[in-house]
């Protein structure tokens, strides 16, 4: 009698729990996204029918408020959905937003502590010592190595069309190797070539996420950024991110090499190592190449910060500089008139620069590059690399319009492929129109473009994202004909990452140029 009594008391509790949270937009009077029980809008998500990204496009196509109540699981999220507001959340009112809320446990888990994770006072102490690495001068002095990898896409392109001239070329997958052969070298410092050795130490340890082991990696980084306590509740357990462990060896073992026999190369790891001894960067591109050492106990990073940042910045810009290439080649592929105009300027700019056909290429050739960086940011608009951007309140704010006050603790999400594709802010928004960025013809609304996000938190390594993404185009083009193909929009496959993944891939045809 007294059990019964007392399951029916904790039942009747827990519905009202449920009940209240579940309603707490309608209690707050703000337009709501209806809940699912248990995961909110998370359930398409965790049925694998929709990726996290194309989800919250989703609910911001549904709605037209300017802030749109959701849930993700039990917690009250906010989406935002008007342009200005969200670049408020940016910007101006940064102080009040300054923390993405995501997972990170510096002491229990080092390798978390990287500069998207971290908060506060940590995250703008790293963003400090960290921002003179991506500075024009420092890429340039990378340049080389990018350039190199460049040569070896080609090269294996080349080989396929050889073999097949006929056959449609998965692009996605390529420039995917292109750009973590860019990463290999450049961040950890490792002379690899993926395409004549796929097998190579890094290349298997980056295959690795895609095996068994990579879904649970996938759901732990997904969960780090949409429900951290889940992926804290996964470390409490005992997951250990095999790749990022594996990763952190193999830098490990690059540092005590260079430390040990003098070694220097123009690379990020390079930046990484004087950081580490010296605790700064320096802004001077011709003096920072130099080894420094220092004693154990006076180094000013640890070997797993070092691998923490080295793994955020191989996750970020294996994915942007790989999908920002592929998607351009893939959609100048099906506006002749677009493809002629890069291809024009690209062999003006060529002359320019005194380069012939298979001459190394400059820096400076490829930042005169205006029409393709001009491709670029389009393509980064209709595919913006990471579809949604994600912060906290950290100090209650006041929406004067719509007179209310998004309290302290509130997660926050801008839903990028939404505002990208929103015709009130980018007119045809399908149609892929670089022309829209010329400065006498602005056509869009500048302030709902934030492909690499706004503020003291944008992306710190945008330079080098555009920069490899720029040549891997301008090689293609110099050296292949991109065969027209007709207009076919893009489905999008479930991914348990965030990032927008073509299904069936990319593909184009190549022929070679004369």
Known sequence: MYLILLVTISLALLVNYLRRIYTHWQREGIEEEPAKFPFGILDALVKRQRSFGIIVSDVYEQHKSQIVGIYMMHKPTILVRDAQLARQVMTSEFNSFHDRGVYVDEKRDPLSANLFNLQGAAWRNLRNKLTPSFSSGKIKGMFSTIDDVGDRLVQHLMGLIEKAPNDPIEIKQKLTTYAIDIIGSVIFGLEIDSFTNPKNEFRAVSDSLLVEDGILIKMHNMASVIFPPVAKLMNRLGFENKVMIKLRDIMQHTIEFRERHNVVRKDLLQLLIRLRNTGKIGDDDDEVWDI???????????????????????????????????????????????????????????????????????????????????????????????????????????????????????????????????????????????????????????????????????????????????????????????????????????????????????????SKRA
Do not use: W
């Open 292 to 510: 420094e050492t220092a004693q154990e106990e006076l180094k000013a990073m640890s070997i797993d910060k070092i691998a923490a940042q080295a793994f955020l910045f191989y996750i970020a810009g294996s994915e942007t500089t790989a999908a920002a290439s592929a998607f351009t080649l893939y959609e100048l592929a099906m506006y002749p008139e677009l493809l002629k105009e890069a291809r024009d300027e690209l062999d003006v700019v060529m002359e320019r620069h005194n380069l012939k056909p298979g001459d190394k290429f400059t820096y400076e050739a490829v930042q005169d590059l205006k029409f393709l960086e001009l491709c670029i940011l389009e393509t980064i608009r209709k595919y913006p690399a990471l579809p949604f951007l994600n912060r906290e309140c950290t100090k209650d704010f006041h929406v004067d319009d719509m007179n209310y006050t998004i309290k302290k603790g509130t997660p926050i999400l801008i839903s990028l492929l939404g505002l990208h594709r929103d015709p009130a802010y980018f007119p045809n928004p399908m149609d892929y129109d670089p022309h829209r960025y010329d400065a006498d013809n602005m056509n869009y609304d500048p302030t709902a473009y934030m492909p690499f996000g706004e503020g003291p938190r944008h992306c710190i390594a945008l330079r080098m994202g555009k920069v490899n993404a720029k040549v891997a185009v301008a090689k293609v083009l110099a050296n292949f004909n991109l065969i027209p193909a007709p207009r076919k929009e893009i489905k999008f496959r479930f991914d348990p990452t965030p990032v927008l993944m073509p299904e069936g891939g990319l593909s184009v045809r190549l």
